[in-house]
């Protein structure tokens, strides 16, 4: 919120923070999409789950500290409108549903990874394609500062961090699992 109409689509964190910007409250939020066309709009999805990996050397929070905080709980809700990764900025962002919202808990140590059942979520985007467009990440609290959590993005050097969507799901009568990528 520092920079409300800055573009961040090429930031090595995927993030949501809320923390202080030359003492004033700024927040993040983040946004990812991944391709899931190779998936049957009638699967049976079996599972699905989000991998997030705490990204040690992000840009912002505390080095090293990634998951820091004592309220850092965030929510991952599903997109509803379009959003252009290179476009996209604060006062721009896309509307988001609370329908089958995941929360992530607060972490219990300062570099924590995640793996976050989506499974719903995933069942309806596939399901409602047009009113699906990705998931956004941000603080539960977005008042109490000093709250972060910062996993590595698509966009960093290591790509042991990046996000990864894992769906195991059911066409007609044989089970696939897929590894799918960010758009």
């Not at 989000?50 to 840009?59: I, K, Q, S, T």
């Not at 977005?142 to 195991?168: M, T, W």
């Amino acid at each position: 919120t520092q920079q409300p109409d800055v573009n961040y689509g090429t930031l090595v964190d995927f993030e949501s923070v809320t923390w202080t910007c030359q003492s004033v409250l700024c927040l993040g939020r983040a946004l990812i999409q991944f391709d899931l066309s190779s998936i049957p709009a009638t699967a049976h999805i079996d599972t699905a789950f989000l991998y997030l990996y705490a990204n040690l050397n992000g840009v912002n929070g505390i080095s090293g500290q990634p998951t820091y905080g004592n309220d850092n709980a965030a929510y991952l809700r599903r997109i509803t409108q379009t959003w252009d990764e290179n476009a996209v900025t604060w006062n721009n962002q896309p509307n988001t549903t609370t329908q089958d919202e995941v929360v992530l808990p607060q972490s219990t140590s300062t570099a924590q990874d995640y793996v976050l059942d989506i499974k719903n979520m995933v069942k309806t985007s596939i399901q409602n394609p047009s009113t699906s467009y990705g998931f956004m990440m941000s603080e539960v609290n977005e008042v109490n500062y000093y709250n972060s959590l910062v996993f590595g993005s698509s966009d960093d050097q290591n790509s042991n961090i990046h996000p990864k969507l894992r769906a195991c799901y059911t066409p007609a009568n044989s089970i696939a699992e897929d590894e799918l990528n960010t758009i």
